[in-house]
């Protein structure tokens, strides 16, 4: 067997995590190479369908997307995002305009870290991490070289003003669960 017939590929990892027992209510995905599997939680999912049903203000249904499979720069980086908000028209994938992740404890270091690295690079204009264990949420825009130049950060309450980025709304927090 060759080099090149051993070399690893999202679509291989994927097709080996399909037959794998995982239990009903674990997501899945990789991040560098790494498979993670954690629990979906009832405050995570009530986070994620608040702020896509907030979205739907400025998006059509068919331009969201929530825990689909979404291949990312870098090496073997297959990630399945909270919220993807796309522009043009639905079935093109390749505009991300907003990503959402909210955080889990046994993931969270992937979120603040080589996701938001990976996005960054991808150039995705405005990616939110929303941390249900501190209450609070991150905001990052302007990409540009891999990295994120802009960055604030709030407590649940506060309002996600991204009026100014091609989202072009103000997400409400208010009603967003603390874990």
Same mark, same amino acid.
């Given at each position: 067997?060759?080099?090149?017939?051993? =070399?690893?590929? &999202?679509?291989?990892?994927?097709?080996?995590? =399909?037959?794998?027992? @995982?239990?009903?209510?674990?997501?899945?995905? @990789?991040?560098?190479?790494?498979?993670?599997?954690?629990?979906?939680?009832?405050?995570?999912?009530? @986070?994620?369908?608040?702020?896509?049903?907030?979205?739907?203000?400025?998006? !059509?249904?068919?331009? &969201?997307?929530?825990?689909?499979?979404?291949? *990312? !720069? %870098?090496?073997?980086? %297959?990630?399945?995002?909270?919220?993807?908000?796309?522009? %043009?028209?639905? %079935?093109? =994938?390749?505009?991300?305009?907003?990503?959402?992740?909210? @955080?889990?404890?046994?993931?969270?270091?992937?979120?603040?870290?080589?996701?938001?690295?990976?996005?960054?690079?991808?150039?995705?204009?405005?990616?939110?991490?929303?941390?249900?264990?501190?209450?609070?949420?991150?905001?990052? +825009?302007? !990409?540009?070289?891999?990295?994120?130049?802009? *960055?604030?950060?709030?407590?649940?309450? =506060?309002?996600?003003?991204?009026?100014?980025?091609?989202?072009?709304?103000?997400?409400? +927090?208010?009603?967003?669960?603390?874990?």
């Amino acid at each position: 067997m060759s080099g090149s017939d051993r =070399e690893l590929t &999202l679509d291989a990892m994927f097709d080996w995590l =399909e037959k794998l027992p @995982i239990p009903e209510g674990y997501k899945s995905e @990789i991040v560098g190479g790494h498979v993670f599997l954690w629990p979906q939680r009832d405050t995570h999912w009530d @986070i994620t369908a608040n702020i896509l049903e907030q979205l739907r203000a400025a998006y !059509p249904r068919k331009l &969201l997307r929530s825990d689909v499979r979404m291949d *990312c !720069p %870098g090496r073997l980086n %297959g990630f399945a995002p909270d919220v993807v908000a796309l522009s %043009g028209e639905p %079935g093109d =994938e390749s505009n991300v305009q907003f990503v959402a992740e909210v @955080i889990s404890k046994d993931t969270a270091a992937n979120d603040y870290g080589p996701k938001r690295d990976t996005y960054a690079l991808a150039e995705v204009p405005v990616y939110l991490v929303v941390d249900p264990y501190a209450g609070e949420w991150h905001l990052h +825009t302007l !990409p540009e070289g891999g990295k994120y130049h802009a *960055c604030v950060s709030f407590g649940f309450g =506060e309002d996600v003003d991204l009026t100014g980025t091609v989202v072009g709304l103000t997400l409400k +927090t208010d009603d967003f669960p603390r874990d």
